[in-house]
């Protein structure tokens, strides 16, 4: 994971503005809190199922990154397989690098 996107992830937590642990982020999904999900990698297929079909129903963008040590550092916990970011300004801001980088990977992965 990009540091860029760890220090926006530590600085959202900081600020209140992240939902972590399975059953919060699924809530924050319900409420209409959440504007960007983020999912490990190494989340199992059934939490991957469940976290993209409560996105897909709610209309909250998922992003599957890194693996959940890494979540979970980001944001000064223990491994995090699941993180809501509920502010929509440190949504806009990672969604976009997010979304940059997977442009690149997505071109980087047909070129080779």
Do not use: P
């Amino acid at each position: 994971m990009h540091e860029k996107l760890c220090s926006l992830l530590g600085l959202a937590m900081r600020a209140g503005k992240i939902k972590h642990g399975e059953d919060a982020v699924l809530q924050a999904v319900r409420s209409e809190q959440a504007k960007l999900v983020m999912l490990a990698n190494d989340a199992s297929d059934a939490t991957f199922k469940k976290m993209n079909d409560k996105c897909s129903y709610y209309h909250v963008k998922l992003h599957q990154i890194s693996d959940r040590a890494t979540l979970g550092r980001c944001i000064g916990k223990e491994a995090r397989v699941s993180i809501a970011v509920i502010d929509e300004g440190f949504a806009k801001s990672m969604s976009k690098w997010l979304d940059t980088e997977n442009e690149v990977d997505h071109i980087e992965k047909r070129k080779g």
